[in-house]
């Protein structure tokens, strides 16, 4: 079942004596975060509003409503930020990482299954998903079209055809 609300970063430290927060962003780009009016603490609970974001340094510095001194700011580190999944739109084949871990990966073509997707590796040329089941090895597999031939998330299944020599390892 996909989440209403997702992780996308974590507050880290705080910048400046005005209350403003530094985050470690949990996206592609930290221009990601910059677009959101409202974000949530505690798994969607608690909204608060965003008054002004900015990247610095390949983080994101966020004013958020109501945290106007240096002790609010720190009174918020290490606390975990979601968004809305509505306020995030996908296109047509993209995922979010967090609805793909626990995936039931199957072979597209004899349905034999491999394990559950576990973790997923951003290498910069194509992600990697890590393929875990017990008492196995870690399998790795790209995240390429020639492999991944389908992702049903409702159904939470993926279905591979893994290259030649892909799963060819001793255990």
């Known amino acids: 079942m996909k989440k209403k609300f997702l992780e996308i ?3 880290v430290t ?4 005005v209350g403003e927060v530094k985050v470690y962003p949990w996206c ?3 221009d990601f975060l910059t677009g959101f009016s409202t974000l949530y603490f505690h ?5 608060v509003l965003v008054q002004q974001a900015r990247v610095h340094k390949n983080m994101v510095l966020l004013k958020l409503q109501g945290t106007d001194t240096l002790e609010a700011a720190q009174a918020l580190r290490n606390q975990i930020l979601y968004a809305d999944r509505a306020d995030m739109p996908l296109e047509e084949g993209e995922y979010f990482i967090q609805d793909l871990i626990g995936l039931t990966v199957v072979d597209a073509d004899t ?3 491999y394990g559950t997707l576990s973790d997923v590796s951003q290498t910069g040329a194509n992600d990697v998903y890590h ?3 017990p008492g196995e090895s870690e399998k ?3 995240a390429i079209r020639d492999v991944v031939v389908e992702t049903d ?6 279905r591979i055809r893994p290259l030649k020599g892909l799963f060819d390892d001793a255990d």
Request: charged share 30%; hydrophobic share 25%.
């Open 9 to 11: 970063g974590k507050i």
């Open 14 to 17: 705080t910048h400046g004596v």
């Open 28 to 30: 592609d780009t930290p």
């Open 43 to 47: 798994k969607g609970k608690d909204p």
């Open 111 to 113: 349905g034999e299954e």
């Open 131 to 133: 393929i875990s089941k």
């Open 140 to 142: 790795l597999i790209p």
């Open 153 to 158: 998330v409702d159904g939470g299944v993926m």
